[in-house]
T-cell receptor, first 112, second 110 residues
C-alpha cells in the first residue's frame, strides 16, 4: 500500500499524559499537513511542512503541541499534558502538486 | 485571513432528489478541491478545479469553479443513499496553506 498511513488509529489517554502520533506520507510528496477535526466539522489546519521545514503553525497549536518531520519523510505530532479539549481526530495529509491532498485514516484521540 | 464559507451545513433529502452545496469566499484561490468523508475515515478527494469557470463532472456529481475563482458548487443529481457523508471544500490559500470549509453533512434517505 503506497498511501498515507497514520499510527495509532485510536488512542485513549488520561488527562495530563503525553501522546505522540506518527504520519508516513506518500514517499515522493514533499508537503505534509496536520489537521484536527471534530465531529461533523471540517478539518482545522494545525501546521504544515515543506520537506523538513515547518513553514506555518496555526494559532490553534498551543505550546503543548509540537510537530517534527526529520529528514523530510515521516512526521510526528506530540501533545504534552493532554486536556479533554484535545479529544478529536488528528488527520495527516500528503500533498502532490499543485495542491491535491491524500489523507491518512486519522488518529482518534480520546482524553479521559 | 482567507475563509471558506460552506452551505448548507446539514442537508437531509429523499433518494432521487437533487441538491447543491456551495462554497464561498471573498478571497481568490489558485485551486479548490472537493472531498467526501465517511465516519472514522480521512477525507477522500473527489475533484480539483483550477481554472475560473471550469465545470467537471463525476457521474451524477457536477462541480463548478466560479469565474473569479472565489466560489465553487457541487451539484448532485438523483441522490442515492450511498451519497450520504460529509462533503468538504478546500482551497489553496496565498501562503500555501490549505483551508477547509466547515463541511456539509448530507443524509440521503431511501
Amino acid at each position: 500500500d503506497t498511501g498515507v498511513s497514520q499510527d495509532p488509529r485510536h488512542k485513549i489517554t488520561k488527562r495530563g499524559q503525553n501522546v505522540t502520533f506518527r504520519c508516513d506520507p506518500i514517499s515522493e510528496h514533499n508537503r505534509l499537513y496536520w489537521y484536527r477535526q471534530t465531529l461533523g466539522q471540517g478539518p482545522e489546519f494545525l501546521t504544515y511542512f515543506q520537506n523538513e521545514a515547518q513553514l506555518e503553525k496555526s494559532r490553534l497549536l498551543s505550546d503543548r503541541f509540537s510537530a517534527e518531520r526529520p529528514k523530510g519523510s515521516f512526521s510526528t505530532l506530540e501533545i504534552q499534558r493532554t486536556e479533554q479539549g484535545d479529544s478529536a481526530m488528528y488527520l495527516c495529509a500528503s500533498v502532490s502538486p499543485p495542491d491535491t491532498q491524500y489523507f491518512g485514516p486519522g488518529t482518534r484521540l480520546t482524553v479521559l | 485571513t482567507q475563509l471558506l464559507e460552506q452551505s448548507p451545513q446539514f442537508l437531509s433529502i429523499q433518494e432521487g432528489e437533487n441538491l447543491t452545496v456551495y462554497c464561498n469566499s471573498s478571497s481568490v484561490f489558485s485551486s479548490l478541491q472537493w472531498y467526501r468523508q465517511e465516519p472514522g475515515e480521512g477525507p477522500v478527494l473527489l475533484v480539483t478545479v483550477v481554472t475560473g469557470g471550469e465545470v467537471k463532472k463525476l457521474k451524477r456529481l457536477t462541480f463548478q469553479f466560479g469565474d473569479a475563482r472565489k466560489d465553487s458548487s457541487l451539484h448532485i443529481t438523483a441522490a442515492q443513499p450511498g451519497d450520504t457523508g460529509l462533503y468538504l471544500c478546500c482551497g489553496s490559500g496565498n501562503t500555501g496553506k490549505l483551508i477547509f470549509g466547515q463541511g456539509t453533512t448530507l443524509q440521503v434517505k431511501p
